[in-house]
Every structure is written in structure tokens, then in C-alpha cells.
């Protein structure tokens, strides 16, 4: 059996491997203008992939299931076929918040796909500023693979949540920043606050003062209580199950077993008529 690539790759080990057979390069960086961003500018041969129509499904009801609920594994499947993605791809994906903006949430896709050969750029696309630049379009030749039966990383939806805090079976964090989790204020649902029970992690914590992953090491002394003093594993979720990925990135990173993701997370959660508390809980 091959050994495990690591969740995180530097951009000198990228590098040292840009041209090998089966190495996809993945741009996942975010926002209203990421796409006229990609063309006038990314990484030579990094093929482009959207945060709002390959990485999630467009929501009936964020009061069910979210912002951003996961796409259909149909769905998911025609956009790795489109990117030339198969099941021994080996994949390395980028986004410029470092992990926090699409890159965790597209390394958890693929991981939950099936595909295991999956790493993100620390530091983003601002780490790969010597590497050659292209602009417009990449062309890209479709690829087949096979579609699985069902996600195979771990996920919980509101009701589990609820219960297993109610029941005090295991740890739920929180990774928003911590004005968000207090209820000060609230940028993008339509009520500020918390789970009740949830604790605040943000996931700033897992980046140092130069926005690069802390060590493993550290990383991991920073999560095992949560990952090994339950009897259930830890509830990772944020606004709306993208950021979350980027902690959960973290502890695979540490060597800790995937904990579960609230794809839901508060966007759907405040939207449901649960409970809601704010300030320290």
C-alpha cells in the first residue's frame, strides 16, 4: 500500500513534483470576482473550480441543509469528469485565504469522494508567486470515474447535533471568529449567536502569525483531548460547512481521525427555531 500523502504540501515540495503523471492543480480561490481573477491570472495548468457551483449545491431553504449543502455525488462526479480528475489523480488544490476560503472545503470533498490523494498549498497561492503564471483558460481533456454510493467522510445533521449535546456525547466547535460565536454581530445570517453547548475554536488558531498551518505537532496537542476524550468524535461546523473543512483539514494534518462536519452548520441552525445563546458559553 502506497503511504499517505500528507493533508498539507508546501509549495517547494509541490515543485519538485508540478510535472508528474497525475498531478492536478486546482485553483479554488473564492469570491464574486474569483473567476475573472483565475483568467487574468493563476497558476500555469491549474484548472479552475467554483466554491458556489462545484464545491456545494445551490439551497431550496438554508433552513434546510444550509448555504452551502454538498452537491450530489452525481453532481460532483460530472465536475471531476470536466476537470480530468479520476481516482488516482493526485490532486493539489489552492485557494488565497490559506485553506480558509474553498481549498479545505474542495480537499474534503475529494477525501470524501474516495480520492486519496489530496493535499492543499499552505500558505495559498500567495506561497507560489515564483511558479509560472498563465491567464485565460486551460484546456482540459474529461476524464471517466466511477461514482461512489455514498460520501465516505463523516457528517451529522441538526438533529444529531442536538441530541448528542443534549446527551453530552461529544465536543461541538465552533470555528467562526469569536464575535460571530458571542452574538456581537453577524455578517451574513439573519441571527447572531451560537449553538448552545458549542465551544469556540476559530479557525485562525490553526494558522501561525504568517498564515501558514502550525506544526503537526502542535496542531495536534491543540485538538486530541477533543478527538480522544469522547465517546463520539468532535462536531466541527461555521457558517455554512465550508470553513469548517479548513479545521478538520487541520486535524487530519495532526494525524487525529477526521472528526464529523455539520454541513448545515449556523446557517441552518439559526434559521430552524432551535435555541440560540450568545456571549461566553
Known amino acids: 500500500m502506497a503511504p499517505k500523502v500528507k493533508s498539507i504540501i508546501q509549495a517547494e515540495e509541490l515543485k519538485a513534483i508540478l510535472n508528474q503523471p497525475g498531478l492536478i492543480l486546482l485553483d479554488a480561490r473564492a469570491g464574486a470576482n474569483a473567476w475573472e481573477s483565475y483568467k487574468t491570472a493563476h497558476i500555469k495548468?491549474?484548472?479552475?473550480?467554483?466554491?458556489?457551483?462545484?464545491?456545494?449545491?445551490?439551497?431550496?431553504?438554508?433552513?434546510?441543509?444550509?448555504?452551502?449543502?454538498?452537491?450530489?455525488?452525481?453532481?460532483?462526479?460530472?465536475?471531476?469528469?470536466?476537470?480530468?480528475?479520476?481516482?488516482?489523480?493526485?490532486?493539489?488544490?489552492?485557494?488565497?485565504?490559506?485553506?480558509?476560503?474553498?481549498?479545505?472545503?474542495?480537499?474534503?470533498?475529494?477525501?470524501?469522494?474516495?480520492?486519496?490523494?489530496?493535499?492543499?498549498?499552505?500558505?495559498?497561492?500567495?506561497?507560489?508567486?515564483?511558479?509560472?503564471?498563465?491567464?485565460?483558460?486551460?484546456?482540459?481533456?474529461?476524464?471517466?470515474?466511477?461514482?461512489?454510493?455514498?460520501?465516505?467522510?463523516?457528517?451529522?445533521?441538526?438533529?444529531q447535533v442536538e441530541n448528542e449535546l443534549q446527551e453530552k456525547k461529544s465536543v461541538v466547535i465552533d470555528v467562526r471568529d469569536a464575535y460571530r460565536y458571542k452574538g456581537e454581530s453577524e455578517p451574513i445570517d439573519p441571527i447572531a449567536g451560537h449553538i448552545p453547548g458549542a465551544i469556540n475554536i476559530p479557525l485562525t488558531d490553526n494558522l501561525d502569525e504568517n498564515g501558514r498551518f502550525l506544526e503537526p505537532e502542535i496542531l495536534k496537542e491543540k485538538y486530541q483531548t477533543f478527538a480522544l476524550e469522547n465517546s463520539e468524535q468532535p462536531i466541527i461546523h461555521c457558517g455554512s460547512g465550508v470553513t469548517a473543512c479548513h479545521t478538520i483539514l487541520a486535524m487530519d494534518y495532526a494525524g487525529l481521525p477526521i472528526p464529523r462536519l455539520y454541513v448545515g452548520s449556523w446557517s441552518e441552525w439559526c434559521r430552524s427555531g432551535k435555541t440560540i445563546a450568545v456571549g461566553e458559553d
Open 45 to 159: 495548468n491549474a484548472r479552475f473550480i467554483d466554491l458556489d457551483r462545484d464545491l456545494a449545491a445551490v439551497p431550496n431553504n438554508p433552513a434546510n441543509g444550509g448555504r452551502h449543502p454538498l452537491p450530489s455525488l452525481f453532481d460532483f462526479a460530472k465536475t471531476l469528469s470536466d476537470l480530468g480528475i479520476s481516482e488516482d489523480s493526485h490532486i493539489v488544490v489552492y485557494d488565497d485565504k490559506g485553506g480558509a476560503n474553498a481549498a479545505a472545503r474542495c480537499w474534503w470533498l475529494h477525501k470524501a469522494y474516495g480520492i486519496e490523494k489530496v493535499q492543499v498549498v499552505d500558505g495559498g497561492y500567495q506561497a507560489l508567486q515564483n511558479f509560472e503564471i498563465s491567464s485565460g483558460e486551460e484546456h482540459i481533456h474529461a476524464s471517466t470515474i466511477r461514482i461512489p454510493n455514498q460520501w465516505v467522510l463523516p457528517t451529522v445533521n441538526i438533529q
